[in-house]
């Protein structure tokens, strides 16, 4: 007697007539998304797009970066064309320790390399979220960071904010009522409201935080282009904070977004989970591009492309802010962040950022409706601008025409 497998779910073909692969229910309802769509955005050239967080590409120090993949092709060759280790390779973390410690003494084996912050993210949801989980993050919070979150079956919740980050007290409520697994924040010119967290600010989470024992995530690829007013430490350096945060940095807003390094800065046992977790999904970060940028590190002055990036930045930041002030309806709010890329509009009750968008393309100017930023109960009437992208001359310009679309929805 022959034994006939079972026949499979047979997949049908789709109305196209091509072949319909059936998707994780994870990712249903998934098909574009909101970063994707602001790629394709920003590639248009007739449009003036301020939707994507896009550095200038002439900042990019060309000479410096071609410079230092000569100088690992001709002295590391091999090493930097062959499989390499998932925490990443040793002066790269030698590197990162060295910077991570102006504000946290780090030592090397406390870093894990990943493929920019965003791999960060999804390395650090694999390695702790089990379905069901909750995640409580700001309201609003970074839109990819919430997908990442999503797709490990996490449930988010919102907690409320103020024009100076998440409220202690909203967070602390939060944490006895959801128990979450860990809370997600951007204490730095936060994406996308450009909102920073002050000191006190800082300890008071800080204390909530180790009070309750709830882990954090604290992304901050932005702290370090601040134009103007003082620095502040992460939350990870305050008291037991370093042991119950996984630092997440990224070289991609000060050096380039194009080699896709970042790492994590936490301590004990997670550190070894996040190498197998690391390990699972890429093996390890490209080995020549984690060289080149540790030679970066080594040898050029980072401090100094900084601050040039920053002056660029703060010349456009204000040029958009006095724009910007001059098109917005009475009832508006707009943020002016010290730093970073992003400014934050509510237009009012009356506005719909997301059906005014089709007439602001139609002008040839771009935002990112603000309401995929938040977990739940979105603000309709919010947008996401971008100021690093243009001249000065260029946003003058797009802001006008963004002036006249939301004069004639008011
Ligand atoms: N976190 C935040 C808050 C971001 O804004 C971004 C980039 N827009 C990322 C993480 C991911 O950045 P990358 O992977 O390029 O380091």
Redo the contacts with the bound molecule.
């Keep these: 007697m022959s034994f006939e497998p079972a026949s499979p779910a047979a997949p049908t073909p789709s109305d196209t007539g091509r072949f319909d692969f059936r998707v994780a229910a994870r990712y249903a309802g998934m098909e574009s998304s909101p970063l994707k769509d602001i790629f394709a955005l920003a590639a248009r050239p007739d449009l003036i797009s301020f939707a994507g967080?896009i550095p200038d590409p002439d900042l990019f120090e060309l000479d410096d970066v071609r410079d230092c993949y000569d100088w690992v092709l001709t002295h590391c060759g091999h090493r930097a064309l062959q499989y390499g280790v998932s925490e990443g390779e040793v002066e790269l973390r030698e590197q990162a320790a060295r910077r991570l410690s102006r504000d946290l003494v780090t030592t090397p084996d406390q870093i894990r390399v990943t493929s920019?912050?965003?791999?960060g993210?999804f390395v650090a949801a694999e390695a702790m979220l089990e379905p069901g989980d909750v995640v409580l993050v700001e309201s609003p919070t970074?839109l990819?960071?919430v997908q990442v979150f999503a797709v490990h079956g996490a449930r988010m919740v919102g907690v409320e904010t103020d024009d100076g980050g998440v409220l202690p007290d909203a967070l602390e409520a939060a944490i006895r009522t959801h128990h979450p697994k860990f809370v997600y924040l951007?204490p730095t010119f936060q994406?996308p409201t450009g909102r920073t967290m002050d000191l006190a600010r800082r300890r008071a989470v800080a204390d909530v935080l180790e009070r309750t024992a709830t882990p954090l995530v604290e992304?901050d690829?932005?702290g370090e282009l601040r134009f103007t007013g003082d620095a502040h430490p992460p939350i990870a350096s305050f008291g037991a904070m370093s042991a119950q945060t996984l630092l997440?940095k990224?070289m991609?807003k000060l050096m380039s977004?194009g080699v896709?390094i970042?790492w994590i800065r936490t301590e004990g046992a997670i550190l070894d989970t996040l190498a197998v977790a690391k390990a699972a999904i890429s093996m390890q970060s490209s080995v020549v591009d984690q060289l080149t940028v540790a030679r970066y590190l080594e040898t050029k002055d980072l401090d100094a492309h900084v601050a040039h990036v920053c002056a660029v930045y703060r010349e456009r930041r204000d040029a958009m802010a006095t724009a910007i002030a001059a098109v917005l309806p009475a009832a508006a709010h707009v943020t002016r962040p010290e730093g970073g890329m992003f400014l934050w509009a509510s237009l009012g009750p009356a506005y719909d950022a997301q059906a005014m968008l089709a007439d602001a393309v139609a002008a040839g100017v771009a935002y990112l409706p603000g309401w995929s930023f938040f977990a739940e109960d979105a603000d309709h009437s919010t947008m996401r601008l971008s100021y690093v992208t243009h001249s000065p001359a260029v946003i003058a310009d797009g802001i006008d025409r963004l002036g006249h679309v939301i004069a004639a929805h008011g």
């Design positions: 967080g920019g912050s965003q791999e993210l970074y990819a960071a951007i994406n992304d690829p932005y997440m990224s991609s977004p896709r970042g």
